[in-house]
């Protein structure tokens, strides 16, 4: 019984780490420069979905190209956040992003991947005047303003982090 359940787990998982591989893939045109577009903003079940599907993926390139896939993500949260007026969601959005970044340059980092920096700062700098805007939409100083700029500061510390790869 128990080794039944087991077994019904394992291949529930697999299947959703190769759906999540596939909405993954059909999106790396969003790590282009294109800006992903969502009309919510994902909750828990979606996330542990996603820290399954990442636990699947072994090598660790795959792991950089759904991570790349993540933060166009959480981007796109931020942004809908603020373009709709949800305040109350603004900092655990905002924290997620930044959060993102830093999980996608760490994995860039510390496995040396040349071969993904060109295309991550690509992104980097694509996000960059956006939320510029978004912030400039804000009152100066004020708690949505200041966390918009940690994003944008931890934006560009993470892209000199990624260029100075070697």
């Known amino acids: 019984m128990i080794k039944s359940f087991l077994t019904a787990l394992i291949i529930a998982i ?7 591989s596939v909405v993954a893939q059909s999106n790396d045109s969003s790590v282009s420069g294109q800006i992903m577009k969502v009309n ?4 828990l ?12 993926k072994f090598s660790n390139s795959g792991k950089v190209d759904y991570q790349q896939y993540l933060v166009q993500k959480r981007f796109a949260e931020l942004k809908y956040v603020i373009e709709n007026g949800r305040g109350d969601l603004i900092e655990d959005t905002s924290s997620r992003y930044s ?7 760490n994995l860039i980092v510390k ?3 040349v071969d993904k920096k060109g295309e991550t700062i690509k ?15 804000q009152e100066y100083n004020s708690g949505f303003w200041l966390l918009l700029q940690h994003d944008i500061n931890y934006l560009k510390l993470y ?5 100075n790869v070697n």
Request: aromatic share 8%; proline share 2%.
């Open 14 to 20: 697999l299947l959703l780490s190769s759906i999540s």
């Open 45 to 56: 079940r979606d996330r542990l979905r996603e820290r399954i599907t990442l636990f699947f």
């Open 111 to 113: 496995n040396k991947m």
């Open 123 to 137: 992104m980097f700098e694509s996000h960059l005047p956006i939320l510029e805007d978004l912030s400039s939409d």
């Open 99 to 105: 959060t993102y970044l830093g999980r996608l340059t």
């Open 40 to 43: 919510k903003v994902t909750n």
């Open 159 to 163: 892209a000199d982090q990624i260029e």
